[in-house]
């Protein structure tokens, strides 16, 4: 493939899918965009991206809305299913549990969500998301159970 093709979704696998769109050969998800999601790192059954906490993710109590943080900690526990997924296969996200353990602000410096996968089945999937601030404290984490299909 040359630098001007464009990759075919429909051949790749969900870890060659993840590494185009971390490489600039696909565009990242809309809502990647939206948030400001930075430094996407791809290994198989894992995934982590980082956010700079702005104003503009705040809630009215003046920290990062909840809402954020768990799209963070979406974002990794569900890409990091995707990278065990073969070419033709798909997954949607059946829960998403969140336990909030400290605030995040500004302060906080550069957010930076880590998923794994804990087990991967024929059906389904499980997956953890841990986000930490700048100072490698623990703001929150996440368990996501997935649902694959072809």
Same mark, same amino acid.
């Given at each position: 493939?040359?630098?001007?093709?464009?990759? +075919?979704?429909?051949?790749?696998?969900?870890?060659?899918?993840? @590494? &185009?769109?971390?490489?600039?050969?696909?565009?990242?998800?809309?809502?990647?965009?939206?948030?400001?999601?930075? +430094?996407?790192?791809?290994?198989?059954?894992?995934?982590?991206?980082?956010?700079?906490?702005?104003?503009?993710?705040? $809630?009215?109590?003046?920290?990062?809305?909840?809402?954020?943080?768990?799209?963070? =900690?979406?974002?990794?526990?569900?890409?990091?299913?995707?990278?065990?997924?073969?070419?033709?296969?798909?997954?949607?996200?059946? +829960?998403?549990?969140?336990?909030?353990?400290?605030? !995040?602000?500004?302060?906080?410096?550069?957010?930076? !969500?880590?998923?794994?996968?804990?087990?991967?089945?024929?059906?389904? !999937?499980?997956?953890? &998301?841990? =986000?930490? $601030?700048?100072?490698?404290?623990? @703001? &929150?984490? &996440?368990?996501?159970?997935?649902? @694959?299909?072809?």
């Amino acid at each position: 493939m040359t630098e001007t093709q464009t990759p +075919d979704v429909a051949t790749m696998t969900g870890l060659e899918l993840l @590494i &185009a769109m971390r490489d600039g050969l696909l565009p990242a998800a809309p809502l990647a965009e939206t948030l400001g999601f930075v +430094d996407l790192v791809v290994e198989p059954g894992s995934v982590s991206v980082s956010l700079d906490p702005e104003h503009r993710h705040y $809630n009215p109590l003046g920290t990062v809305h909840g809402g954020v943080l768990s799209s963070l =900690l979406d974002t990794v526990a569900g890409c990091s299913v995707h990278t065990t997924l073969g070419a033709g296969e798909g997954y949607t996200s059946l +829960d998403l549990s969140v336990k909030f353990l400290r605030p !995040a602000s500004v302060k906080s410096g550069r957010l930076r !969500a880590v998923g794994k996968v804990l087990q991967r089945g024929r059906r389904t !999937a499980l997956a953890e &998301a841990q =986000l930490f $601030n700048s100072d490698g404290k623990l @703001i &929150a984490h &996440a368990t996501s159970s997935c649902m @694959i299909f072809a």
